[in-house]
């Protein structure tokens, strides 16, 4: 008995997708998105100053309130610029939080030293005490 292994239907079409490289492809631009997103995360442009020990772990459940310092000396409430008085506002409405996060400030290293001490003494005028400076590890 002789086999035959010829098709019956060479030119039918094929009914079914192969969705294997769409999935492939799916997970190739999640990877790409989960590497990049951190990288947008910090958009203000600033030098932070060096510090010669490594950086304090933070506590998992700690709150944080972010306040730049670009080198022209404007001011940002997360990454919405503004000027002394709203940011005196902004920080008197922190102030009545019953948990108030900790301020983190982010400082140019080039700013004058002045910029800083008049925001941290902005932040102890509304009687919060929880500050964290940023700085990057040598």
Known sequence: MARTFRRKERL????????????????ALLIIFMI??????????IDLPAES???????????????SID???????????VDL?????LLSNLALET??????IRADSRLPYQ???TLIDLIKQNN???????????
């Open 12 to 27: 039918s079409a094929l009914s079914e997708i192969n969705v294997t490289p769409l999935i492939d492809l799916a997970f």
């Open 36 to 45: 990049t997103t951190p990288l947008f995360e910090q958009a203000i442009e």
């Open 53 to 67: 020990q490594k950086p304090q772990q933070d506590k998992k459940d700690t709150k944080f309130q972010l306040i």
């Open 71 to 81: 080198p022209g000396g404007d001011y940002y409430w997360g990454k919405k610029q």
């Open 85 to 89: 008085d709203e940011l005196h506002l």
């Open 99 to 104: 948990l108030p996060p900790v301020i983190e």
């Open 115 to 117: 910029n800083v001490i």
């Open 128 to 138: 919060l005490t929880q500050i964290s400076l940023d700085t990057k590890v040598k």
